[in-house]
Nanobody
Framework: QVHLVESGGGLVQPGGSLRLSCAASGSSSSFDTMGWYRQAPGKQRVLVTSMTSGGYTDYADAVKGRFTISRDNAKNTVYLQMNSLKPEDTAVYYC?????????????WGQGTQVTVSS
């Protein structure tokens, strides 16, 4: 059973930084993609950033130049470095890991970690 555990959320002032971590357990092989989504109050969950096992990255326009994703395939861990945080970055951040087998994707989610940007 795959289990994702996030850590690193919290309260930070505008302009500050936070680093989120997500460790996947219960899997002996790496994931095809790992990434982060976020959900603000009253809004849908949206992609923040993702990274393939080969290192290809994708970022939402709202976070380009401020957020950086990285991953350790050997540890099945993904990180999100968030700099120059803005109040609009406030949301619950969810870790995602996905694996493709044939034509079927299997998605796994963490429980979410709250990030609040406020003075």
């Amino acid at each position: 059973q795959v289990h994702l555990v996030e850590s690193g959320g919290g309260l930070v002032q505008p302009g500050g930084s936070l680093r989120l971590s997500c460790a996947a357990s219960g899997s002996s092989s790496s994931f095809d993609t790992m990434g982060w989504y976020r959900q603000a109050p009253g809004k849908q969950r949206v992609l923040v950033t993702s990274m393939t096992s080969g290192g290809y990255t994708d970022y939402a326009d709202a976070v380009k130049g401020r957020f950086t994703i990285s991953r350790d395939n050997a540890k099945n861990t993904v990180y999100l470095q968030m700099n120059s945080l803005k109040p609009e970055d406030t949301a619950v951040y969810y870790c995602n890991a996905a694996r493709l087998r044939g034509s079927n994707w299997s998605d796994y989610w963490g429980q979410g970690t709250q990030v609040t940007v406020s003075s």
